[in-house]
């Protein structure tokens, strides 16, 4: 009798030494996913999504705005009225220039016809040469990279890339880099054309005494907004904190351990041998 209660007594130890075990072994399993769930979670930066959006979305409002450069008191004229503001919408159409002369001080000097649109009225004179021609539509060229690359920066920063490439793009944000070196060289592009549309200004203003002025409009300080934007969205990825080594070699080494908890169950003793009487003394 005290043998087979001692059985039972074993038997009942072991039961609970595995049920233990087990509990054991589920807490760590849930504590390594959670923490691997945290760890995957943490490589999405929100703030830096925000601002790469909120700079495509002001790219894309100085395309749509109408006033990228203002004009006063040159000789630009469209149907017969001043026209106060250049934007980039009067040169998406292939354009084409219709008279041209360059000697202005001839009196029988008709002025430059620039055909922007397909209607025959859409014509603008002394506003533009075949140059600020070309400098405004490498500005439109530019703004579509910037935005190009904004929604890459922003995609990555919003999805946690798993592949390497993709990674280290996101990490050193190197989207968002290209964001502002476009806005830089956009920036300096319309300062080119600036210049390039106030010289045509005083060489076509009606009175000789009468002031130019040709400046910087809306777009313009949109572009740069969003270039400040891009600065932002680079800060939040390059000043952030990043594991040195990469954890998908621990994470399959993890997946193997957890594989294994699950063992196969300790046999059961025999009852038969539980029953056996113990031996006899030894007698020397």
Not at 34 to 59: D, H, T
Not at 190 to 209: A, I
Request: glycine share 4%; aromatic share 10%; with cysteine.
């Amino acid at each position: 009798m005290p043998s087979r209660s001692e059985g039972r007594e074993s038997s009942s130890r072991r039961s609970r030494s595995r049920r233990n075990r087990s509990r054991h072994r589920d807490h760590h399993r849930h504590h390594r996913t959670r923490s691997r769930n945290r760890a995957k979670q943490g490589e999405k930066n929100f703030p830096a999504a925000v601002c790469n959006m909120l700079a495509i979305v002001l790219v894309c409002t100085s395309l749509a705005e109408p006033k990228w450069i203002s004009l006063q008191g040159g000789g630009c004229v469209v149907e017969e009225a001043p026209l106060t503001n250049l934007g980039t919408y009067e040169f998406f159409y292939p354009g084409k220039f219709l008279e041209r002369e360059h000697d202005f001080s001839d009196q029988s000097f008709e002025g430059i016809v620039y055909q922007y649109g397909p209607n025959i009225k859409d014509k603008m004179v002394n506003c533009v040469t075949y140059k600020s021609v070309l400098l405004m539509k490498t500005v439109i060229a530019f703004c579509f990279l910037a935005i190009f690359s904004s929604l890459v920066a922003f995609v990555l920063d919003l999805t946690s890339p798993k592949n390497r490439p993709c990674k280290l793009l996101q990490r050193n944000a190197i989207p968002s880099i290209i964001t502002v070196i476009l806005s830089v060289v956009i920036n300096l592009f319309c300062y080119w054309l600036t210049t390039e549309v106030e010289s045509l200004q005083k060489q076509t203003k009606h009175h000789p005494g009468s002031k130019v002025i040709v400046d910087f409009d809306v777009s313009f300080y949109l572009v740069t907004a969003a270039g400040g934007l891009s600065v932002i969205a680079t800060a939040f990825n390059c000043l952030r904190r990043h594991p040195v080594y990469e954890d998908n070699q621990g994470e399959a080494l993890l997946d193997d351990y957890d594989g294994m908890d699950v063992l196969p169950p300790l046999p059961v003793p025999d009852p038969h041998i539980l029953n056996l009487t113990p031996p006899p003394a030894y007698t020397p």
